[in-house]
């Protein structure tokens, strides 16, 4: 407006420290002041760093700020924009359908290569900082409505979150991945909570519906099941331990009982005489 450079400008909150003026002409005055404002008694430490007002490269606690991005912008939203994979907890598990701080900085870690030195763990303090900073400047795009209107902020914002609005590269890589897919899905059939298996229930599921012997789904049955005429039409015979504990559940006779009467031990300690035994012994 003036026609030269008379102030220095910064993204960086807190870059005007001083109130000056600029003498526009005889009716008008322009003032450069610092424009920060804290409203800390309104609004959290998270919700001034996803508004510009805390600087990103000095933050030390960024789980807030993530939490709130993550909760603002579309998990659909979030994978097209950066080509990651946001995996979050089943709801049958625990969760919400919406990705957590951890999750999303995690996933954007991992798709980066960014890694904490000697570990090998996804570096997510440095994956807070290029997700914040690309919310402030308004890569990821989340609107407040008028704070008269009773309007909810999710719907609001709905008609910001399609094709329309992703960088170009995204949208040939989509465009691809569709193409190739070719089911008709779009990105407007993903805004819906996640209610895909969790490990748990796979793992019960795989256990349940193992394939064994006979079909699937029905409960295993014990090792006598094959060796008696119910199991298999030969009626495999028993031989050795398993015939006599077989013997003993007839009987109604406790296992450790017969195999006490049968061991040669039970002899050992009477005469020579007492310890022989008639053949039909076992035939009652």
Known sequence: MIGSKKVSVSATPGKTKHFQTIQLSEKV????????????????????????????????????????????????FLEAVYGMKIITRPVEEGGTGIPTA????????????????????????????????????GKLLFCQPPPLDDVDPIEFNRELYDEGHLPEK???ALAAMNSSLDDGASMADSDMVSTSQGPKSKKLDGAFFAQGQGSSAHLRMPFNHKYTDQGTAS???????????????EK?????????????????????????????YFAD
Do not use: W
């Not at 290569?113 to 919310?135: C, H, M, N, V, W």
């Not at 009626?235 to 559940?249: D, V």
């Not at 406790?254 to 007492?274: A, Y």
């Open 170 to 172: 995204r949208r040939l």
């Open 29 to 76: 005055l322009l003032v450069d002041c610092p424009g920060l404002v804290f409203p800390n008694f309104a609004t959290t430490k998270a919700d001034l760093v996803c508004n510009g007002i805390l600087p990103i490269d000095q933050l030390r606690e960024f789980t807030g700020p993530a939490g709130l991005v993550a909760s603002r912008i579309p998990q659909f």
């Open 102 to 137: 951890e999750e999303l900085l995690s996933a954007y870690a991992r798709a980066r290569g960014f890694t904490r030195t000697g570990q090998g763990q996804p570096d997510e303090s440095r994956a807070a900082r290029y997700i914040l900073k690309d919310y402030v400047k």
């Open 235 to 249: 009626g495999k015979q028993l031989s050795g331990r398993k015939q006599k504990t077989m013997l003993a559940l």
């Open 252 to 280: 109604d006779v406790d296992p450790n009982d017969l195999k006490l009467l049968t061991s040669k031990k039970h002899f050992k300690n009477g005469t020579k005489g007492n310890g022989k035994r008639r053949a039909d």
